[in-house]
Each structure stands twice: as C-alpha cells, then as structure tokens.
C-alpha cells in the first residue's frame, strides 16, 4: 500500500515569509497528525484531525500556524508569518482510527524540513 | 504533564554487541506505548505494545512494556551497522489515539 505523501520535502525561507505544507495520507486512514520535529528532539504533536475535524490543537501557535483538512482527505499546514525557531522538520503521520478501546499504529511520511533563514 | 523520557540519549557500540534502549513514561490514561527507529527520514513504527509482560520480537530486535512500573525497554542483539539510527518511543492515550514521544536515543554501531 501507498505510504503517507508529503511535499515539499525542503523549504528555504526567510523570516516574515509564509510557507505551506501538503499530506496525503494512507487511504482509509481517518486520523491524521502534524508534528513538529526540532533537531535532537522528538517529535511534537500539533494538530490532529479525525475525518475533517481538530480533535487537538493545543500546541499549535494559532498566531501564525494553521492547518486544516477539507473533506477529511488530504491536509495542508501553513506558517504565516515563519520566525527563525520554526526551522525543524514537518512530520505528516496518519492511522486508521482514533478512538474507543482499540488503539492504532501511526504511519509517518518523509517530512518536510524547513529552513528560516 | 504528560511525558516520555529516554535513556541513554546516545550510545556507541560495536558490530555484534547487544544493546538496551529504555524508555519511561508518564502519560495519564495510558493505552500503549510505541517504538520507532528514525534514520535521515521519517520514523518507521517497529512495535506497538499494549500488555503487560509480554515479549514483542522482530528478528534481533525485542521489546517488553512494565505498566507497573512505567517503561519499556528495546533489546537489540548482534548489533549491524544498519542499526544505527534514533530509537524514538511513544506514549498513547486511551481514545484519542494521541502519542507523546520522547527525544530519541541515538544509536551508533561501530564495524
């Protein structure tokens, strides 16, 4: 099966420009997360959709990210404006459910890394 | 606060030793701990463990989960220089499928 799709896979910027990020992910995968992956860190959650709906933002900077997911298909992030501790790499991840007793394991794409300059 | 610690946070070893990687948690309403192995590229899912006690194995790779005491430990044996990568763990929730990652051990095996 196809994996998660994720493009650009680099973006050079610099500061006060704003940059956008598009995820496929796996068909039939109703969940879907964007992380935030800083050099010598794990990766930090930022938003999770199921379907076409946020189940969490709560660590997104809502000042200057945004994501959304129409049609609970394909997803796009987007900095606006980019500050320099935003270069980190862009993890798109999906699964096929969310909820309830059973849980799902997380498939990743090849992420995008961002450079602001 | 939700939270993943790893240890150690990088390791060197030679081709054939056997290494421990260990992971401990802090995550309330815990459903499942996750293990990925992370090279220049996304992080690949190895295991998903969700009971106690129960040994999960890939070939030379192992993996144990103690909800008692809140870890879990990744065994790698015969160590190849294939192996060296970030080890990355996760932490789930109950229902909301959602996963707190620690910061990764770094592993480096030596030829």
Not at chain 1, 23 to 49: D, E, R, V
Request: glycine content about 8%.
């Amino acid at each position: 099966e196809a994996g998660v799709a994720q493009s650009p896979r680099y973006k050079i910027i610099e500061k006060r420009q704003s940059v956008a990020f598009w995820c496929n992910p796996i068909s039939g995968h109703a969940t879907l997360y964007w992380y935030q992956q800083i050099l010598g860190q794990g990766p930090k959650l930022l938003i999770q959709f199921q379907n076409n709906g946020v189940v969490d933002d709560s660590q997104l900077p809502k000042d200057r990210f945004s994501a959304e997911r129409l049609k609970g298909v394909d997803s796009t992030l987007k900095i606006q404006p980019a500050k320099l501790e935003d270069s980190a790499v862009y993890l798109c991840a999906s699964s096929f459910g969310w909820g309830g007793s059973n849980t799902y394991e997380q498939y990743f794409g090849p992420g995008t890394r961002l450079t602001v300059t | 606060e939700d939270k993943v610690v790893q240890s150690p946070l990088s390791l060197v070893v030679h081709e054939g030793d056997t290494v421990t990687l260990n992971c401990s948690y802090e995550v309330t309403n815990f459903r499942s701990l996750l293990w990925y192995k992370q090279e220049k590229k996304a992080p690949t899912f190895l295991f998903m463990l969700t009971s106690s006690g129960i040994e999960k194995k890939s070939g030379r790779l192992s993996s144990i989960l103690d909800k008692k005491e809140l870890f879990s430990i990744l065994n790698i044996t015969a160590t190849q220089t294939g192996d060296s990568a970030i080890y990355l763990c996760a932490g789930g929730k109950y229902n909301f499928n959602k996963f707190y990652f620690g910061s990764g051990t770094k592993l480096n095996v030596k030829p």
